[in-house]
């Protein structure tokens, strides 16, 4: 007599193997259309979950998960739709939405992701996964373009304008209903903040590689391609570009420190020849690296400024500059605070200092705004000798004042908060860099999951 859970279970077996054949036809047809998402398109392992309800799939930026008679149904309606879910569930992570949220409201937030995903992959003209869009999704999405002034849809975007919105529940309903693809349980499901900040890293990483091939393919490369190319242009852009462009305010000198990289192989080999056993090991005691030295960050404190995203930027700004390898062992950073007058200047001399004075940080001012006062105070400041080396001045601002007509002796940029900035007076001999708010608010999320992990390791 048959074993009924034996049976229960080859049958399992059985629907479990035609699944994962089924995705793993997905991910080569998917492959073969766009094969700069190559290792993007390999980095899921596929798990069965049988209680999984909804659409049946899932993802929580490693695996694959889903409930085989549902994709079953899902192939039987169509190959086209298993391929449309594998990617939509990759853009969900190439695009970070897994970890973007924040404290925005969760139904609208994986409403804006599902969104934003699908209408990549209508932008996509690949026979693999094309779909013709109804009168539905259509009007959707040029509502949303035309509300959001954008070409391209970013869930940071369309949330911001079904918050807007705030569309009825009849309308949400048809929204998930129409672009619903997969559940979204699994993205806050991490085992601990390490995890998901290694997810985000990892997917950081592919996120500029597809967009690095993709541009090395040349037009033909790009061709049917071109909204996904747009997409990730724009994700990488908005996301990293503040990390990348402090970089310019490092300066090459030599540390007193031991450099490894500087490991004489020859003298090596000669003492094993001259001693048999004991090689001669001298190391450099100085190396040549790039760091900050000295540099100047202004704060706008006029009243048109919201003080929870100069917090922000600042966090974000000693996160970066507090790293192992950032500062020199002397520096200069002057943080000035400035409306229509120099109101505080803090000079910092380590990332200690900067610590110190984050944590006892307050807005000083309040008044109208004028550039001037900051730029002839740092000037006075570089004459009188208080900088070795002034590379540049950062100044955080909404762009509503009085700017200075002649330009300074050193690189200025003025960083600003999109949407909330005017820069039609900017003279041309400074820089401009548009953060998106969202994004700002991000910078300071992120630092306090990096607290949080090390204040369990510590308790470990």
Not at 174 to 196: I, K, N, Y
Not at 356 to 366: A, I, K, Q, S
Request: hydrophobic share 35%; proline share 3%.
């Amino acid at each position: 007599m048959t074993d009924p859970q034996r049976k229960r279970q080859l049958q399992e077996l059985n629907q479990v193997e035609l699944c994962v054949r089924i995705l793993s036809q997905a991910r080569n047809e998917l492959y073969l259309n766009m094969p700069f998402l190559d290792v993007a398109l390999s980095g899921f392992g596929f798990e069965a979950q049988w209680d999984l309800r909804g659409r049946g799939l899932r993802t929580d930026g490693w695996n694959f998960y889903y409930q085989p008679d549902l994709l079953f149904e899902m192939y039987r309606r169509g190959r086209v739709l298993v391929n449309r879910a594998y990617l939509h569930m990759l853009f969900h992570c190439l695009f970070e939405h897994p970890d973007a949220r924040g404290k925005r409201e969760k139904a609208l937030w994986d409403l804006a992701c599902d969104i934003a995903a699908e209408s990549v992959i209508d932008g996509l003209y690949q026979k693999c996964t094309h779909l013709q869009p109804g009168a539905f999704r259509r009007e959707t999405y040029l509502r949303l373009r035309k509300d959001l002034n954008l070409e391209t849809l970013t869930a940071g975007g369309v949330y911001k304008a079904l918050t807007a919105e705030r569309p009825s529940e009849r309308r949400l309903g048809q929204l998930v209903a129409e672009f619903l693809v997969d559940d979204h349980g699994a993205w806050e499901e991490t085992d601990s903040p390490r995890m998901a900040m290694e997810r985000r890293k990892r997917w950081k990483d592919q996120r500029e590689q597809a967009q690095t091939a993709l541009e090395m393919g040349g037009e033909q490369g790009q061709e049917g391609n071109e909204s996904l190319l747009k997409e990730l242009s724009v994700e990488n852009r908005e996301r990293y570009d503040y990390r990348r462009f402090l970089k310019r305010f490092c300066v090459l000198r030599e540390e007193v420190e031991t450099d490894p990289d500087s490991f004489d192989y020859g003298l090596y080999s000669y003492g094993l020849s001259l001693y048999e056993n004991m090689p001669l090991m001298e190391p450099q005691e100085t190396r040549e690296v790039y760091r900050v030295e000295d540099f100047a960050i202004v704060i706008d404190t006029s009243m048109s400024c919201s003080g929870e995203l100069v917090r922000r930027f600042l966090e974000e700004t000693y996160s970066i500059l507090s790293g192992e390898e950032s500062f020199f062992r002397r520096i200069h950073l002057h943080v000035i605070q400035c409306d229509e007058k120099v109101r505080q200047d803090a000079l910092l001399k380590s990332p200690e200092e900067f610590r110190n004075f984050m944590e006892e940080f307050r807005l000083t001012g309040g008044g109208g705004t004028d550039f001037r006062p900051a730029f002839e105070y740092v000037e006075q400041l570089r004459r009188a000798g208080e900088f070795r080396k002034l590379r540049g001045l950062i100044y955080f601002t909404d762009g509503k004042g009085i700017y200075p007509v002649q330009a300074p002796a050193f690189e200025t940029v003025f960083v600003f908060i999109r949407n909330q900035y005017q820069d039609e007076a900017v003279p041309a001999w400074a820089m401009k860099l548009i953060l998106e708010p969202d994004d700002v608010m991000e910078m300071g999320q992120m630092r306090d999951v990096s607290k949080e992990i090390l204040r369990k390791e510590n308790l470990t």
